[in-house]
């Protein structure tokens, strides 16, 4: 009869293994993303020292990473609602999650534009572990305020990052997915607009080829100006 339970013995000890190491494994990823997000506390806390202004139409966040933290004339995109961009360079959407309470539910909006994915991905985590730390973020917000509409701007296309384009496409596409299954969460396309051709437009970034110029920026008021809500 040994003969039968050894093997079953020995399976039972692999799946015990296998499930420890991914345990662990897992674990040493989450102690990494937080220890990113960490180094950049000092910048968020100066965010966060920013009074809450009081807006009777309500306020709209923009928030994510340097790309959004850049836009300088976002705030002209609204005519009738403050707009307040609480963006942060290197900002990925673990680190979002983190500072949420002092980048977005602090504010009470009653709309949040969200740019996360493009250092994630850069950084090398997969479209599954990245949707579910923007599910993590969609799911605060709204246990705030159900009523919040959240507007996910697609992981653009650069110069710099080129060679991921199809891990940016996949996680657009999978975002993209996830907003026409709920009302609340809207997907701004803005990775098809930097494209002619097929490539991905060089005359839409600064000298570093990862940060839009002015040029860039247009094509982004282009498609979120209509999404705005006043």
């Known amino acids: 009869m040994y003969r039968f339970v050894q093997p079953l013995i020995k399976s039972f000890y692999t799946i015990i293994i296998v499930f420890s190491w991914s345990f662990y494994a897992q674990e040493n990823k989450e102690s990494e993303y937080l220890k990113q997000a960490e180094s950049f506390s000092e910048e968020v806390a100066k965010i966060a020292d920013l009074p809450v202004p009081t807006w009777d139409s309500g306020i709209i966040i923009f928030t994510g990473s340097s790309s959004v933290r850049l836009w300088g004339d976002a705030g002209l995109l609204s005519k009738g609602s403050p707009i307040i961009n609480t963006a942060f360079g290197g900002s990925t959407a673990y680190g979002l999650n983190v500072y949420l309470e002092d980048l977005v539910l602090r504010y009470e909006p009653k709309q949040v534009f969200i740019y996360e994915g493009d250092n994630d991905i850069a950084a090398g985590r997969d479209t599954r572990t990245i949707l579910e730390h923007l599910d993590t973020i969609f799911t605060r917000i709204w246990e705030q305020n159900p009523e919040v509409e959240i507007v996910y701007i697609s992981a653009k296309p ?72 006043e």
Do not use: T
Not at 187 to 214: P, T
């Open 158 to 229: 650069s110069p710099l990052r080129w060679e991921l384009r199809k891990e940016y496409e996949a996680l657009n596409k999978a975002v993209e997915r996830r907003a026409k299954k709920e009302d609340r969460l809207v997907f701004a396309d803005v990775y098809s607009s930097m494209l002619q051709k097929g490539q991905v437009r060089e005359d839409l970034f600064i000298e570093d080829r990862l940060h839009m110029n002015r040029k860039g920026y247009a094509i982004w008021a282009e498609v979120i100006r209509p999404l705005i809500m």
